[in-house]
């Protein structure tokens, strides 16, 4: 059985960091891409870094220069560090693993909350 479990959200000022964990089981990490994504209160849930079993990365433009998508394999683990955090990352965030387009990812975390707020 795969589970994905999301951890480290949080309520963080303006400027503030943070940072995600995921960490998976009943699958080997290695073998997959992992994402990150988001969804807003009234938004659609959307991608937000995503990275492949090769260690190559991409990130929405939203986010670019500021979080940076990492993994361990050893671990089973995805990470998502958040620097200069604003009002309009706040979220929830979820994990996901799969592969190709990663745009609907067939496993899923049950989500962290995020809020940047002063």
């Known amino acids: 059985q795969v589970q994905l479990v999301e951890s480290g959200g949080g309520l963080v000022q303006p400027g503030g960091s943070l940072r995600l964990s995921c960490a998976a089981t009943?699958?080997?990490?290695?073998?997959?891409?992992m994402g990150w994504y988001r969804q807003a209160p009234g938004k659609q849930r959307e991608s937000v870094a995503v990275i492949r079993s090769t260690g190559s990365t991409s990130y929405a433009d939203s986010v670019k220069g500021r979080f940076t998508i990492s993994r361990d394999n050893a671990k089973n683990m995805v990470y998502l560090q958040m620097n200069s955090l604003n009002p309009e990352d706040t979220a929830v965030y979820y994990c996901?693993?799969?592969?190709?387009?990663?745009?609907?990812?067939?496993?899923w975390g049950q989500g962290t909350q995020v809020t940047v707020s002063s």
């Open positions: 996901g693993a799969g592969s190709g387009t990663m745009l609907a990812p067939p496993y």
């Open positions: 009943g699958i080997t990490l290695s073998i997959y891409a």
